[in-house]
């Protein structure tokens, strides 16, 4: 595709132009250098896998309402680079189906009659747009966030999103109340408007059902490779016991029990939890245990004991004190899933101080364009 008319100033894609095996070549430099910095060695180190679709595949995307220049025109999308104030609209993004951009053009339309919300007085009601999709099942969530200011034509809005020519079908339309001074979004109520506030999607044969603030993988088709490389790695988990820690919607875990004998998923967001056991009962799966709450909190009051370890840690890793207890448990395997390099050598730097080796590691670029890279690890004791 060519260079995106959006580069001058949005900085979403810093990679944008550079042909894609470049990209892989500078991203699987980086992690290795991150490598040697931390003293980390691997027995093994597998190139970088590559995405299968290196545009239009991000599922999600939380546009915000705003301007590009103070008390210009309102403008709808990306922060701008290096001004985290201004706004860009991006209305002919490259890394989401089109049917995006036509919701966010046919949106933002719509919502100049309405006053955007200015961050610094706390005023106004247009703040986000939230717009979800299911690539396998081509089903499309639009979420229209505000504040809970009067005058907003929820019906009309209905009309024009539903009255749209696209791909996908839109199963469902809402209205997020968001009065919070915090900038960010936080749903303080939610109005379904038409249809439902979930959609579902497919991952590795297993049906999900993602509700409108549910973390999702951002790229599925790529995820899909990851997890089914990393479930690979380890030598046998049938008729074992596994705990999946910072399971999210329960994703791996439930791929995991579809060998293993029972499988313990620790995550933090209710949320999710709540998705987690809400989906393991869709693919009517019964091995499955989802606690909520921090990981670290969990496994010192758990009498379970697991055969098998994997982690799917946020950014900032896992912390020493969560580490010193993964540890204790002594499971022969542990498989670490990381999208952030830098804080999983930091970890398995720890790691290798109580004797366990890494046996295996494997980048991936699940988000080309961009500056983000993830990572597999095998370590064994």
């Given at each position: 595709?060519?260079?995106?008319?959006?580069?001058?100033?949005?900085?979403?894609?810093?990679?944008?132009?550079?042909?894609?095996?470049?990209?892989?070549?500078?991203?699987?430099?980086?992690?290795?250098?991150?490598?040697?910095?931390?003293?980390?060695?691997?027995?093994?180190?597998?190139?970088?896998?590559?995405?299968?679709?290196?545009?239009?595949?991000?599922?999600?995307?939380?546009?915000?309402?705003?301007?590009?220049?103070?008390?210009?025109?309102?403008?709808?999308?990306?922060?701008?680079?290096?001004?985290?104030?201004?706004?860009?609209?991006?209305?002919?993004?490259?890394?989401?189906?089109?049917?995006?951009?036509?919701?966010?053009?046919?949106?933002?339309?719509?919502?100049?009659?309405?006053?955007?919300?200015?961050?610094?007085?706390?005023?106004?009601?247009?703040?986000?747009?939230?717009?979800?999709?299911?690539?396998?099942?081509?089903?499309?969530?639009?979420?229209?966030?505000?504040?809970?200011?009067?005058?907003?034509?929820?019906?009309?809005?209905?009309?024009?999103?539903?009255?749209?020519?696209?791909?996908?079908?839109?199963?469902?339309?809402?209205?997020?109340?968001?009065?919070?001074?915090?900038?960010?979004?936080?749903?303080?109520?939610?109005?379904?408007?038409?249809?439902?506030?979930?959609?579902?999607?497919?991952?590795?044969?297993?049906?999900?059902?993602?509700?409108?603030?549910?973390?999702?993988?951002?790229?599925?088709?790529?995820v899909e490779k990851l997890y089914s490389e990393a479930l690979e790695l380890i030598d046998d988990y049938r008729d074992k016991n596994v705990f999946d820690l910072f399971c999210g919607t329960g994703t791996i875990t439930q791929t995991l029990a579809l060998k293993a004998a029972q499988v313990t998923g620790i995550e933090i967001i209710p949320e999710a939890v709540e998705a987690a056991k809400e989906n393991a009962k869709l693919n009517n799966l019964e091995?499955?245990?989802?606690?909520?709450?921090?990981?670290?909190?969990?496994?010192?009051?758990?009498?379970?004991?697991?055969?098998?370890?994997?982690?799917?840690?946020?950014?900032?890793?896992?912390?020493?004190?969560?580490?010193?207890?993964?540890?204790?448990?002594?499971?022969?395997?542990?498989?670490?899933?990381?999208?952030?390099?830098?804080?999983?050598?930091?970890?398995?730097?720890?790691?290798?101080?109580?004797?366990?080796?890494?046996?295996?590691?494997?980048?991936?670029?699940?988000?080309?364009?961009?500056?983000?890279?993830?990572?597999?690890?095998?370590?064994?004791?």
């Amino acid at each position: 595709m060519d260079i995106c008319k959006h580069d001058q100033f949005c900085g979403g894609c810093v990679y944008q132009g550079m042909p894609y095996n470049e990209q892989l070549a500078l991203k699987e430099k980086e992690v290795i250098k991150l490598m040697e910095d931390k003293d980390v060695h691997s027995e093994k180190i597998e190139p970088i896998e590559g995405s299968p679709i290196q545009y239009r595949y991000r599922n999600k995307m939380e546009y915000t309402f705003g301007d590009l220049v103070k008390d210009g025109p309102m403008t709808l999308g990306m922060h701008k680079k290096g001004n985290f104030m201004s706004v860009v609209t991006v209305d002919d993004c490259q890394l989401v189906h089109e049917d995006f951009n036509i919701i966010l053009d046919c949106t933002i339309n719509f919502c100049k009659e309405y006053t955007k919300y200015h961050k610094r007085a706390h005023k106004g009601m247009m703040r986000n747009l939230i717009v979800r999709a299911g690539i396998h099942t081509k089903e499309i969530l639009v979420n229209v966030v505000t504040t809970s200011e009067l005058g907003f034509d929820e019906e009309k809005f209905v009309d024009i999103i539903s009255s749209l020519k696209l791909e996908n079908e839109v199963v469902g339309i809402l209205r997020t109340i968001n009065d919070n001074v915090a900038d960010a979004v936080k749903c303080e109520k939610l109005k379904i408007l038409k249809g439902r506030d979930y959609y579902m999607e497919e991952i590795m044969g297993l049906d999900f059902k993602v509700s409108a603030f549910s973390f999702f993988q951002t790229n599925v088709i790529a995820v899909e490779k990851l997890y089914s490389e990393a479930l690979e790695l380890i030598d046998d988990y049938r008729d074992k016991n596994v705990f999946d820690l910072f399971c999210g919607t329960g994703t791996i875990t439930q791929t995991l029990a579809l060998k293993a004998a029972q499988v313990t998923g620790i995550e933090i967001i209710p949320e999710a939890v709540e998705a987690a056991k809400e989906n393991a009962k869709l693919n009517n799966l019964e091995n499955c245990q989802f606690i909520c709450g921090d990981v670290f909190k969990v496994l010192r009051e758990l009498n379970k004991k697991p055969d098998i370890i994997v982690v799917d840690p946020p950014r900032m890793g896992i912390g020493e004190k969560a580490l010193d207890l993964i540890i204790k448990y002594d499971v022969k395997q542990l498989i670490y899933i990381s999208c952030n390099p830098k804080t999983l050598f930091d970890n398995l730097y720890y790691l290798s101080y109580h004797n366990y080796k890494l046996k295996y590691l494997k980048p991936f670029d699940n988000f080309p364009n961009t500056k983000h890279t993830e990572c597999i690890a095998l370590l064994e004791k």
